[in-house]
């Protein structure tokens, strides 16, 4: 059984940092595609990072690029999400997810997923 799981969200001041974890069981994320996404309080979910199964390609949003930076770690079977000058706009609850077909984008077709922590920035 695949499991993810988060951590690391909580409430930040604007201009902070956090570093969300997403540790995976069940799978090995050698050639898996992951990434992580985020939903506001009236927002619907949107894509925040991905890796691509070659680690060849990661993407942003546009709304992070450049304070977001996603990590990974296969011996720890964890992938991360270092988050850099927050701002309010970001308070969101974050998820991690990753995709169990070969070749993934890890933007779309994401197939198993975390429950989700809950980011808070103040302004």
């Known amino acids: 059984q695949v499991q993810l799981v988060e951590s690391g969200g909580g409430l930040m001041q604007a201009g902070g940092s956090l570093i969300l974890s997403c540790v995976v069981s069940g799978r090995t994320l050698t050639s898996v595609a992951m990434g992580w996404f985020r939903q506001g309080p009236d927002n619907d979910r949107e894509i925040v990072a991905g890796i691509n199964w070659s680690r060849s390609q990661t993407y942003y949003s546009d709304s992070v690029k450049g304070r977001f930076t996603m990590l990974s770690d296969n011996a720890k079977n964890t992938f991360y999400l270092q988050m850099n000058n927050l701002k309010p706009e970001d308070t969101a609850v974050y998820y991690c997810?990753?995709?169990?077909?070969?070749?993934?984008?890890?933007?779309?077709?994401?197939?198993?997923w975390g429950k989700g922590t809950l980011v808070t920035v103040s302004s």
């Open positions: 997810a990753i995709d169990k077909d070969a070749y993934g984008s890890g933007t779309t077709g994401m197939d198993y």
